[in-house]
């Protein structure tokens, strides 16, 4: 069993959804990492979050560290936010950084 | 700041040529990293260094090599290149050991070997 998970693997949705990303770890972490990567393109940072919830305009992502799972929700779906949505677990014991394997979103108009 | 920079951004290899890749950071961050990312698979670690002067293998260490010049740069090198080295390359850094700080990544270099 990998230690991050992901789900869906792929999501297809139309223009205007929300959107639901979800991830579960079986490590002890010290923070949770979403990124986001488009087609070809790099990857860039969403949030970091340890407790709680974030917002940042449409994206919301939240944490529930007893359940070990973390959740990533986009509102409004736009063709924009089409791109490979990653969640990386922090781990606590040492510095590395555990990836899970990605789920592929496409928001078609 | 430039933040992570990676060159070259593309490569073609043929099987048994050498190569290095280059990776530097403008952050002062002590921790630096080199992934491989595969179609349908995530980011996998193959080397990081959590401060200059020290290295550490990751998860897909076989066939590479690395060197952490100073505290910016980071080189991964291929000494006999396979076409099972066929892959997106990310190099990443980050503030600190452990702790709710997070990693930063460079454009990528896609490489190909023949």
């Known amino acids: 069993k990998n230690e991050v998970e992901q789900s869906p693997q792929n999501l297809t949705a139309q223009e205007g959804e929300f959107i639901t990303i979800n991830c579960s770890y079986s490590?002890?972490?010290?923070?949770l990492h979403w990124l986001q990567q488009h087609p070809g393109g790099g990857i860039v940072s969403l949030f970091m979050?340890?407790?709680g919830k974030k917002k940042h305009g449409r994206l919301i992502a939240t944490i529930n560290i007893q359940e070990k799972h973390s959740s990533l929700h986009i509102t409004a779906s736009h063709p924009r936010d089409s791109a490979v949505y990653i969640c990386?677990?922090?781990?606590?014991?040492?510095?590395?950084?555990?990836f899970g394997p990605g789920t592929s979103l496409s928001v078609i108009p | 700041n430039a933040g992570v920079t990676q060159t070259p951004k593309f490569q073609v290899l043929k099987t048994g040529q050498s190569m290095t890749l280059q990776c530097a950071q403008d952050?002062?961050?002590?921790?630096m990293y080199w992934y491989r990312q595969d179609p349908g698979m995530g980011l996998r670690l193959i080397y990081y260094?959590?401060?200059?002067?020290?290295?550490d293998k990751g998860e897909v260490p076989n066939g590479y090599n690395v060197s952490r010049l100073n505290k910016r740069e980071f080189s991964l090198r291929l000494e006999s290149a396979a076409p099972s080295q066929t892959s997106v390359y990310f190099c990443?850094?980050?503030?600190?050991?452990?702790?709710?700080?997070?990693?930063?990544f460079g454009p990528g270099t896609r490489l190909t070997v023949l």
């Open positions: 952050m002062n961050h002590n921790s």
């Open positions: 990443a850094s980050r503030r600190q050991g452990g702790g709710y700080n997070e990693q930063f």
């Open positions: 979050l340890s407790s």
């Open positions: 490590v002890g972490i010290s923070a």
């Open positions: 990386a677990a922090m781990k606590t014991s040492y510095d590395k950084v555990i």
């Open positions: 260094s959590a401060s200059e002067g020290t290295t």
